[in-house]
Every structure is written in C-alpha cells, then in structure tokens.
C-alpha cells in the first residue's frame, strides 16, 4: 500500500483538530485526491462523520476508533506532530488552521496535477524521445521539488494564536 504522504497527513491532522473546518470544505474534502489506502479511508470517515452531524472534536475521535481508523490517525499524528506547523494543532487559532487548510490543499492540487501530467510526460518519451518533452520533464521535477518544502509565509499569520508574525 502507498505510504502517507507527508502533505496528505497534514491536511488530515489540521480536519482532526479543527473539525469545524470540515463544514466549510465538505465537497472539496470529499473529492480529495489521496494516494495512500489509509489517508482515503480517513478522509472518507471525516465526510462521514460531518455529513451525519458531528461537530465535536471528541465524538470525532471516538468515530475514527469506532470505524477502526485509530491506528491510522496515530500514524498521521506522530507524523505530524513534530512538525514545524504549529497551526496543525488543537490549540491553534481556527483562522490560522483554516489557512494553513487552505494553503495544504492549493499545495496539493497543484502537486496531484504536476503528477499526472509528469507521468503523460513520461509516457510520451517512453515512445518518443525529443527534447521539448525532456524539457517539460525537467521543469516538472524542479517544480514538484520546490513543493515538497513549500509553506507560505504571510502577513500577521499566527497572531490570533499568540504567535509573532512574519512578513515576506
């Protein structure tokens, strides 16, 4: 099975502890694209659980347990928890989860969509090497690099929760 990625998991940890956000994002949560078994089954579990009502961050934990996902939010947990995102966790501003929500799914659509077409890159040199799509290869990889490390940095960004702010 596909490992959790590292971005999949951030989205999951912040929906786990800022269950509220959930309401605002339903439709674009459900049509995440995960690659990895576990991170579906989560997501698909938080849709569920929010669709049938649930607002409370523990009644959210004990459907996870009660859907026998305990173990894999224990993974996304550990995964995260070292993390140099404070916003993942409970404490954190709603506003400033929402943002960092926000900023994890443009990431991650735009790296779900470098993929594919990475991929119909690679297919198309497979049969025919030329030099254009080599190029568009090399720009591909460079950009899905400079993804896998990207977290923006805003203005007054962590303020509401006590944080100092950084500015570009």
Do not use: K
Not at 80 to 85: D, E, G, I, Q, T
């Amino acid at each position: 099975s596909a490992p959790i990625a590292p971005r999949e998991g951030l989205i999951l940890l912040i929906l786990m502890n800022h269950p509220e956000l959930l309401a605002e994002r339903i439709d674009e949560v459900a049509e995440l694209d995960f690659a990895s078994p576990e991170a579906i089954a989560l997501r698909d579990a938080l849709v569920r659980w929010r669709e049938a009502g649930g607002e409370e961050t523990q009644l959210l934990a004990d459907f996870i347990e009660e859907n026998g996902l305990s173990a894999a939010a224990g993974r996304f947990s550990g995964m995260v928890a070292h993390a140099v995102l404070w916003s993942v966790r409970p404490e954190a501003a709603p506003a400033d989860a929402a943002e960092s929500l926000r900023q994890a799914l443009v990431l991650h659509r735009r790296a779900r969509a470098l993929n594919r077409e990475l991929r119909e890159v690679e297919a198309r040199l497979a049969d025919n090497q030329n030099e254009r799509d080599a190029a568009r290869l090399r720009d591909i990889q460079t950009q899905l690099s400079a993804l896998d490390g990207a977290e923006a940095a805003l203005e007054g960004f962590g303020a509401l929760s006590g944080r100092p702010s950084r500015s570009l």
